[in-house]
């Protein structure tokens, strides 16, 4: 089982014929998953041989749908065109995009989230600004190192590529049903929430894993979530305990405003949920295993 992403998925590349794209094309590929096509109106109706995979290239979303039955795009696209990639991605009603742009103007984002909520949210958007998401042994549909981790029962929502490279490895023994990156940018589409009732859906997750950072107040929506919603034990981390006031740190979203988005308030409100909250991500990876393995 997995959420969002299985080894039954078909993928598409927007971007694949760029340098980026065609990198982790080749990693995507080389971890298993589905790659169907790429999408470039410049060059509609040529291929890309990828170590012996034929990969063909179209001229639209919509015709690579059409061709191939894909259900999930991957977006390596400039961060100038990525609104225009995105909003063809949702005209086209695929079910998943992946936008793993960084640079993305605010503006944009802003634009193509409220176009998918005007089209009905027929198309789940992950980003961007994001490392994407991977269901081990099955699929990768971004740049998660495929090699990392197995398959296995912790589900992992993260704000931060690099910490959930860490907390995979850490935890590698165990293994991970999907981990998804959902990016920390001010903002994006999937949540913390939105994964957190996947993992809580998804008989194959025992525990959740959730990676949050300083700035806004997504992790105390989730802590409410949680509260509520969820009854796997979740554990937690937020980076940024020694960040200063007012500096952003990493992502454009992580920035604290007086006591407002701090990594010590987030805790507070995680742990008033029942989530058991490392001050560093090994001692959350401890933290998970002594739930899961005791």
């Known amino acids: 089982m997995a959420i969002f992403l299985t080894k039954e998925s078909k ?9 980026t794209g065609m990198k982790h094309t080749k990693l995507m590929l080389g971890d298993g998953t589905n790659i169907v096509g790429g999408v470039n109106p410049r060059k ?30 991957v977006l390596f696209v400039p ?21 793993i742009t960084e640079g993305i103007a605010v503006h944009d984002s802003a634009a193509f989230w409220a176009y998918a909520k005007a089209k009905g949210n027929k198309t789940r958007i992950i980003g961007p600004n994001c490392p994407g998401l991977i269901t081990p042994g099955q699929s990768n549909a971004g740049i998660i190192p495929g090699d990392i981790t197995k ?19 850490e935890l590698r023994d165990i293994g991970f049903s999907s981990a998804v990156g959902i990016g920390g940018d001010p903002v994006i589409g999937t ?18 894993v959730m990676i949050g950072e300083i700035g806004g107040d997504a992790e105390e929506r989730a802590a409410d979530f949680i509260k509520a919603n969820v009854t796997k034990p979740v554990v937690g981390y937020v980076a940024g305990f020694t960040a200063p006031e007012g500096k952003t740190m990493g992502h454009a979203g992580a920035i604290v405003s007086g006591s407002s988005g701090t990594a010590q308030a987030k805790k507070e409100a995680l742990e008033a949920a029942g989530v058991k909250v490392g001050k560093t ?3 959350t990876a401890r933290l998970a295993r002594e739930i899961l393995v005791g």
């Open 11 to 19: 993928v598409i590349v927007q971007g694949m014929t760029g340098a």
């Open 44 to 73: 509609a109706g040529t291929s890309v041989d990828f170590d012996g995979t034929e990969v063909p290239v179209f001229g639209s979303v919509k015709e690579a749908m059409e061709k191939t039955g894909a259900d999930v795009s």
């Open 79 to 99: 961060p100038a065109f990525a609104k225009a990639a995105v909003v063809e991605a949702i005209d086209a009603e695929i079910p998943l995009a992946v936008v």
């Open 151 to 169: 398959p296995g029962r912790i589900g992992l929502v993260s704000k931060s590529g690099t910490l959930t490279y860490q907390m995979m490895y």
């Open 191 to 208: 949540t913390h929430i939105d994964a957190l009732a996947a993992f809580e859906a998804d008989p194959e997750t025992d525990l959740i």
């Open 281 to 283: 991500p090994s001692e």
